[in-house]
Nanobody, 118 residues
Framework: QLQLVESGGGLVHPGGSLRLSCAAS????????MRWYRQAPGKQRELVAA???GGTTNYVDRFTISRDNAKNTVYLEMNRLKLEDTAVYYC????????????????WGQGTQVTVSS
């Protein structure tokens, strides 16, 4: 079955940096788009970055999304982290799987905790 596996979360001091990774595996024909969301306790899930063949959008200026197509992996470089960046970060991807007929679906990773604390 297709999976999105995230890594790179952890504890960091304010002003520090982290790089999140999300690797997709399975019967992948193509990845049409990949996104990063975050959700802090008691708050709605928020889109923070998106990448597709046409370009990228970073909704937080200190964050940069990128991808390695050969590895089916998307990254989120997070710099100058602030306390308010603390959240569970989720990878999301629109993926077309191998097979006949319409098979494009949206998939989610399990989430990785990012905690910014002094």
């Amino acid at each position: 079955q297709l999976q999105l596996v995230e890594s790179g979360g952890g504890l960091v001091h304010p002003g520090g940096s982290l790089r999140l990774s999300c690797a997709a595996s399975g019967s992948i024909f193509s990845i049409n788009a990949m996104r990063w969301y975050r959700q802090a306790p008691g708050k709605q899930r928020e889109l923070v970055a998106a990448i597709r063949s046409g370009g990228t959008t970073n909704y937080v200026d200190r964050f940069t999304i990128s991808r390695d197509n050969a590895k089916n992996t998307v990254y989120l470089e997070m710099n100058r982290l602030k306390l308010e960046d603390t959240a569970v970060y989720y990878c999301n991807a629109d993926i077309t799987t191998v097979g006949a007929g319409p098979n494009r679906r949206s998939y989610w990773g399990q989430g990785t905790q990012v905690t910014v604390s002094s």
